[in-house]
C-alpha cells in the first residue's frame, strides 16, 4: 500500500460531508481469537478507522472499562508481538481500513522503537498514540516512526491553552485527537457546545483532520460530536460490552460488538444531514 | 591547567533528566500543570518569605532540626565504625515524609489550589499528607492499596482522624503502584483545583527534584551537625530506598564530598534470586512508569511485575530516577536487605537502643551491621532512621509468630 491510509480514508469521508467513526477495542481482549473475530467484523459494521490498545499493566489514563480490558487481555496471555501478528491477518483480507495502535510507551520501549516501527509498519499499522509520551519525550520514538512513514497521533486536551498548542502541533501528523474531558477514558462525556468550541479553536490552529474521544458512550452523544468534528472515538462503551459479555461467558461476542459499532456508525454517518434537515 | 569541575548536585538538566533518567513522561492533559507547577516551584525558591515560612513550619510544627545520635551501644555490640542515626523519625508524624509534604503544601497554596490528593504505601506520606491538609485548612484524599489498608490499619484510622478521606486502591497489586496510578487518574480529571503531593523522590519533573530539594534539610542538618560533633565528614552514609526520598535527603548535600561512601539499600524482600523483592535497580531494567524512566522491575514485554517487601513503604516496582542515574555512574552504591534482615535490623534497634524503628530503616540498620564490623573504630557511619516502627508492630508481631 502507497498511499497513506489515514489521509485516504479522511478525505473520503470529507468528500461524502460526514464524519468518520474511530473504534477502540484493546488487542486480546477478552482473548486473541475472538479479538481477531472482533477486529475482522469492525469495518463492516462501519468503523472506518481503528484504533487498538496494546495492553499494559499500569494504564493511568484509563478508567475501569479500559483497565479491566487490558487487565483480561495480559491474562489471556497477550504480547505485543501477538498484537502486530492480528494485524498481519487482518491486513490479509483490508488494506483499507487505517489502523492506530494506542498505548503506554513501557511495552514499547522494551520492544525497541527501531524494532517496534519496522515490524508495526511489516504488519499494516499506520501510526500510533502514546498517551505518556508528551512532546517532549517523543524523541526516543519519533525518528523511528517517521522513517517508517507511521504516524505518531498527537492529543490536544481542554488543558492545551495558547500556550501549549504549538507545542502539540509542532510535528503532528496523521490526525489530532481532541480529548473532550480532563480525565481517564470512560469519564462522563462533555458538553457538546464545548466541544464544538474546542474543534474551531484546533480548526484554526491545524489542518489535520480533528477526532474527538472520551466520554463518547451513545449513538445520540456520537452524532452530537459528529456535526462539528472531522472523527468521533468510541472507545469504553466499546470495551464495557466485551467485559460484560465475557463474563456471561457468550459465545457471540464479535456479533454483539458489530451490532453495537453499526448503531454507532448510522448515528455517527448520518449527522450532518440529520442536522441539516 | 585546572578541570573543569562539575558537580553530581547540579541535575536534573532543564527537561528533567538526570542523565537517560528522569523526564515528564506523562498525559498531554496533564502537560500544561507540571509545566506551571515547575514554573512556581522555581519562583518559590527564589523567594525569601517562602523559604522563611518553610524554615518556621520545620522548626516549630516539625520539630526540626532532628538529633543526630551517637548509638553506643549499637556501636559496640557491632564492634567496627561509630555508629550516628539520624533522628527523622522524632520528626511530628514520624517519619521524613512531613519535611516534603510541608513544601509541597506551601507550593500548593501559592499556586491557588484548593484540594490535596496523595498516594501512599506504608501510610507515612499519608498521614504526612493528611496533617498538612489539617493545618492548613485543605481537603485532602489520600490513595492506599486495598493490601496495604490491611498491613498498615493504625495509619489508615490516623489520616481519617486527620479528617482525609481514605481511597481503597482494588486494581493491579492492591499496593503503592496501583495508587500511584488512581492518584494520577484523580489528577488529570480535578486539574482545575487539585495539588498532587507526591509522596517520594520519583513522578515527572519537577516532583523528583522539588521532593529531593525538601528532603536535603536531613543531609544539610547531618553535614553540620557531624563537623560539630566530630569536626569532620562521615566515612559512610546508609539509607533505605522505597522510591528513594530519605536517601536522597541524606545523601545530596555530599554528593560531591568525594570521600565519603554513600550506600542505599532496596529491599530483596525474600531474596534476589527469587521474584519476591523490591530492588528495582539489582533486579530491574530501564523503563517508563508513573511519569518518569527509570529503572524497573519488568517483564521482556515491558509489563511492570509486582514488589515484595515486608515494608509497605519499600514495596515499589520502580526507583526515583536520580538514584537510577546515580548508580548508573556509580557514584552511590546500591545494597540490598531482604526482610529477614530487616527483621534482624529492627530487633537490634530495639535491643541495643530502646528506639523502635520503622520496617523500612530497619533495612538500613540491616546494612549497618553487616558494613560497620568491616571498618575502623575511628570510622563514621550516618544511618537515616527515617521512621519509627509503631505502624509496624502489628507486621512485626505477625512475622515473628506472635499473637496479640
Ligand atoms: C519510614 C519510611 N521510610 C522510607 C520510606 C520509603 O520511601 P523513600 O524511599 O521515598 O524514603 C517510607 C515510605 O512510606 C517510610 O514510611
Given at each position: 500500500m502507497s498511499a497513506d491510509r489515514l489521509s485516504a480514508r479522511f478525505a473520503a469521508c470529507a468528500a461524502a460531508n460526514r464524519a468518520a467513526l474511530v473504534t477502540f477495542v484493546t488487542a486480546g481482549d477478552p482473548d486473541l481469537a475472538t479479538s481477531a473475530e472482533i477486529l475482522a467484523a469492525l469495518p463492516a459494521a462501519g468503523a472506518d478507522v481503528i484504533e487498538i490498545g496494546m495492553p499494559f499493566t499500569d494504564p493511568m489514563a484509563d478508567g475501569p472499562a479500559i483497565q479491566r480490558g487490558n487487565l483480561r487481555s495480559l491474562a489471556a496471555g497477550t504480547t505485543l508481538r501477538k498484537v502486530l501478528a492480528m494485524v498481519r491477518d487482518f491486513r490479509a483480507s483490508d488494506d483499507a481500513t487505517p489502523i492506530v495502535l494506542m498505548g503506554y510507551f513501557n511495552p514499547i520501549l522494551a520492544f525497541g522503537p527501531e524494532r517496534f516501527a519496522t515490524e508495526a509498519k511489516a504488519a499494516g499499522i499506520d501510526g500510533c498514540i502514546v498517551v505518556d509520551l508528551p512532546p517532549e519525550e517523543a524523541g526516543e520514538l519519533v525518528p523511528a516512526l517517521t522513517s517508517h512513514g507511521l504516524h505518531l497521533v498527537r492529543l490536544a486536551t481542554p488543558t492545551s491553552d495558547a500556550q501549549r498548542l504549538p507545542a502539540v502541533l509542532s510535528?503532528?501528523?496523521g490526525f489530532l485527537y481532541y480529548v473532550a474531558v480532563a480525565g481517564v477514558t470512560g469519564a462522563n462525556s462533555a458538553a457538546a457546545t464545548d466541544v464544538a468550541t474546542a474543534v474551531a479553536r484546533l480548526k484554526a490552529a491545524t489542518d489535520l483532520p480533528i477526532a474527538v474521544g472520551f466520554g463518547v458512550r451513545t449513538p445520540e452523544q456520537a452524532a452530537a460530536i459528529a456535526a462539528h468534528a472531522d472523527a468521533v472515538v468510541v472507545g469504553s462503551a466499546i470495551v464495557d460490552a466485551i467485559g460484560a459479555a465475557a463474563e456471561e461467558r457468550a459465545n457471540d461476542i464479535p456479533a454483539r460488538v458489530s451490532a453495537q459499532v453499526a448503531a454507532l456508525a448510522r448515528a455517527v454517518h448520518n449527522a450532518r444531514q440529520e442536522k441539516a434537515a | 591547567m585546572n578541570a573543569p569541575t562539575t558537580s553530581l548536585r547540579a541535575g536534573p538538566d532543564a527537561n528533567g533528566h538526570f542523565g537517560q533518567f528522569g523526564g515528564r513522561y506523562v498525559a498531554e492533559t496533564l502537560m500544561p500543570l507540571i509545566l506551571d507547577l515547575e514554573k512556581a516551584y522555581t519562583e518559590a525558591k527564589a523567594d525569601p518569605a517562602f523559604h522563611a515560612e518553610l524554615d518556621d513550619l520545620l522548626k516549630h510544627y516539625v520539630g526540626r532540626p532532628s538529633p543526630l545520635y551517637f548509638a553506643e551501644r549499637l556501636t559496640a555490640e557491632l564492634g567496627g565504625a561509630k555508629v550516628y542515626l539520624k533522628r527523622d523519625e522524632l520528626n511530628h508524624t514520624g517519619a521524613h515524609k512531613i519535611n516534603n509534604c510541608i513544601g509541597q503544601i506551601l507550593l500548593a497554596r501559592r499556586m491557588g489550589k484548593t484540594r490535596i490528593i496523595a498516594e501512599t504505601g506504608a501510610g507515612q506520606h499519608g498521614v504526612a499528607t493528611a496533617t498538612v491538609a489539617a493545618r492548613f485548612g485543605l481537603p485532602c484524599t489520600i490513595y492506599m492499596g486495598a493490601r496495604d489498608i490491611e498491613r498498615q490499619a493504625p495509619n489508615v484510622f490516623r489520616m481519617k482522624l486527620l479528617g482525609a478521606e481514605v481511597k481503597a486502591v482494588e486494581s493491579g497489586s492492591r499496593t503503592l503502584k496501583d495508587a500511584m496510578n488512581e492518584a494520577l487518574r484523580d489528577w488529570v480529571t480535578n486539574v482545575h483545583d487539585t495539588f498532587y503531593i507526591i509522596g517520594t523522590a520519583a513522578g515527572p519533573h519537577p516532583y523528583p527534584e522539588l521532593v529531593r530539594d525538601f528532603q536535603t534539610v536531613i543531609g544539610k542538618e547531618a553535614r553540620a551537625q557531624i563537623l560539630e560533633r566530630e569536626g569532620r565528614l562521615p566515612d559512610l552514609l546508609v539509607a533505605s530506598i522505597g522510591g528513594g526520598s530519605n536517601a536522597i535527603g541524606l545523601f545530596h548535600p555530599f554528593?560531591?564530598?568525594?570521600?565519603v561512601r554513600i550506600v542505599g539499600i532496596e529491599a530483596s524482600g525474600k531474596g534476589?534470586?527469587?521474584?519476591?523483592?523490591?530492588?528495582s535497580l539489582a533486579g530491574g531494567r530501564a523503563g517508563v512508569l508513573h511519569g518518569n524512566k527509570t529503572m524497573l522491575l519488568q517483564d521482556e514485554d515491558g509489563q511492570i511485575t509486582e514488589a515484595h517487601s515486608i515494608s509497605a513503604g519499600l514495596d515499589y516496582p520502580g526507583i526515583g530516577p536520580e538514584h537510577a542515574w546515580l548508580h548508573a555512574i556509580g557514584r552511590v552504591e546500591y545494597q540490598s536487605a531482604t526482610d529477614s534482615d530487616a527483621l534482624e535490623g529492627f530487633k537490634l534497634l530495639c535491643r541495643t537502643e530502646g528506639i523502635i524503628p520503622a520496617l523500612e530503616p530497619s533495612h538500613a540498620l540491616a546494612a549497618v551491621a553487616r558494613i560497620a564490623p568491616t571498618m575502623g573504630k575511628d570510622q563514621i557511619i550516618i544511618a537515616n532512621l527515617c521512621g519509627r516502627g509503631d505502624k509496624d508492630i502489628f507486621t512485626v508481631a505477625a512475622a515473628l509468630g506472635v499473637v496479640m
Amino acid at each position: 500500500m502507497s498511499a497513506d491510509r489515514l489521509s485516504a480514508r479522511f478525505a473520503a469521508c470529507a468528500a461524502a460531508n460526514r464524519a468518520a467513526l474511530v473504534t477502540f477495542v484493546t488487542a486480546g481482549d477478552p482473548d486473541l481469537a475472538t479479538s481477531a473475530e472482533i477486529l475482522a467484523a469492525l469495518p463492516a459494521a462501519g468503523a472506518d478507522v481503528i484504533e487498538i490498545g496494546m495492553p499494559f499493566t499500569d494504564p493511568m489514563a484509563d478508567g475501569p472499562a479500559i483497565q479491566r480490558g487490558n487487565l483480561r487481555s495480559l491474562a489471556a496471555g497477550t504480547t505485543l508481538r501477538k498484537v502486530l501478528a492480528m494485524v498481519r491477518d487482518f491486513r490479509a483480507s483490508d488494506d483499507a481500513t487505517p489502523i492506530v495502535l494506542m498505548g503506554y510507551f513501557n511495552p514499547i520501549l522494551a520492544f525497541g522503537p527501531e524494532r517496534f516501527a519496522t515490524e508495526a509498519k511489516a504488519a499494516g499499522i499506520d501510526g500510533c498514540i502514546v498517551v505518556d509520551l508528551p512532546p517532549e519525550e517523543a524523541g526516543e520514538l519519533v525518528p523511528a516512526l517517521t522513517s517508517h512513514g507511521l504516524h505518531l497521533v498527537r492529543l490536544a486536551t481542554p488543558t492545551s491553552d495558547a500556550q501549549r498548542l504549538p507545542a502539540v502541533l509542532s510535528g503532528a501528523s496523521g490526525f489530532l485527537y481532541y480529548v473532550a474531558v480532563a480525565g481517564v477514558t470512560g469519564a462522563n462525556s462533555a458538553a457538546a457546545t464545548d466541544v464544538a468550541t474546542a474543534v474551531a479553536r484546533l480548526k484554526a490552529a491545524t489542518d489535520l483532520p480533528i477526532a474527538v474521544g472520551f466520554g463518547v458512550r451513545t449513538p445520540e452523544q456520537a452524532a452530537a460530536i459528529a456535526a462539528h468534528a472531522d472523527a468521533v472515538v468510541v472507545g469504553s462503551a466499546i470495551v464495557d460490552a466485551i467485559g460484560a459479555a465475557a463474563e456471561e461467558r457468550a459465545n457471540d461476542i464479535p456479533a454483539r460488538v458489530s451490532a453495537q459499532v453499526a448503531a454507532l456508525a448510522r448515528a455517527v454517518h448520518n449527522a450532518r444531514q440529520e442536522k441539516a434537515a | 591547567m585546572n578541570a573543569p569541575t562539575t558537580s553530581l548536585r547540579a541535575g536534573p538538566d532543564a527537561n528533567g533528566h538526570f542523565g537517560q533518567f528522569g523526564g515528564r513522561y506523562v498525559a498531554e492533559t496533564l502537560m500544561p500543570l507540571i509545566l506551571d507547577l515547575e514554573k512556581a516551584y522555581t519562583e518559590a525558591k527564589a523567594d525569601p518569605a517562602f523559604h522563611a515560612e518553610l524554615d518556621d513550619l520545620l522548626k516549630h510544627y516539625v520539630g526540626r532540626p532532628s538529633p543526630l545520635y551517637f548509638a553506643e551501644r549499637l556501636t559496640a555490640e557491632l564492634g567496627g565504625a561509630k555508629v550516628y542515626l539520624k533522628r527523622d523519625e522524632l520528626n511530628h508524624t514520624g517519619a521524613h515524609k512531613i519535611n516534603n509534604c510541608i513544601g509541597q503544601i506551601l507550593l500548593a497554596r501559592r499556586m491557588g489550589k484548593t484540594r490535596i490528593i496523595a498516594e501512599t504505601g506504608a501510610g507515612q506520606h499519608g498521614v504526612a499528607t493528611a496533617t498538612v491538609a489539617a493545618r492548613f485548612g485543605l481537603p485532602c484524599t489520600i490513595y492506599m492499596g486495598a493490601r496495604d489498608i490491611e498491613r498498615q490499619a493504625p495509619n489508615v484510622f490516623r489520616m481519617k482522624l486527620l479528617g482525609a478521606e481514605v481511597k481503597a486502591v482494588e486494581s493491579g497489586s492492591r499496593t503503592l503502584k496501583d495508587a500511584m496510578n488512581e492518584a494520577l487518574r484523580d489528577w488529570v480529571t480535578n486539574v482545575h483545583d487539585t495539588f498532587y503531593i507526591i509522596g517520594t523522590a520519583a513522578g515527572p519533573h519537577p516532583y523528583p527534584e522539588l521532593v529531593r530539594d525538601f528532603q536535603t534539610v536531613i543531609g544539610k542538618e547531618a553535614r553540620a551537625q557531624i563537623l560539630e560533633r566530630e569536626g569532620r565528614l562521615p566515612d559512610l552514609l546508609v539509607a533505605s530506598i522505597g522510591g528513594g526520598s530519605n536517601a536522597i535527603g541524606l545523601f545530596h548535600p555530599f554528593l560531591d564530598d568525594d570521600g565519603v561512601r554513600i550506600v542505599g539499600i532496596e529491599a530483596s524482600g525474600k531474596g534476589l534470586d527469587t521474584h519476591e523483592h523490591a530492588a528495582s535497580l539489582a533486579g530491574g531494567r530501564a523503563g517508563v512508569l508513573h511519569g518518569n524512566k527509570t529503572m524497573l522491575l519488568q517483564d521482556e514485554d515491558g509489563q511492570i511485575t509486582e514488589a515484595h517487601s515486608i515494608s509497605a513503604g519499600l514495596d515499589y516496582p520502580g526507583i526515583g530516577p536520580e538514584h537510577a542515574w546515580l548508580h548508573a555512574i556509580g557514584r552511590v552504591e546500591y545494597q540490598s536487605a531482604t526482610d529477614s534482615d530487616a527483621l534482624e535490623g529492627f530487633k537490634l534497634l530495639c535491643r541495643t537502643e530502646g528506639i523502635i524503628p520503622a520496617l523500612e530503616p530497619s533495612h538500613a540498620l540491616a546494612a549497618v551491621a553487616r558494613i560497620a564490623p568491616t571498618m575502623g573504630k575511628d570510622q563514621i557511619i550516618i544511618a537515616n532512621l527515617c521512621g519509627r516502627g509503631d505502624k509496624d508492630i502489628f507486621t512485626v508481631a505477625a512475622a515473628l509468630g506472635v499473637v496479640m
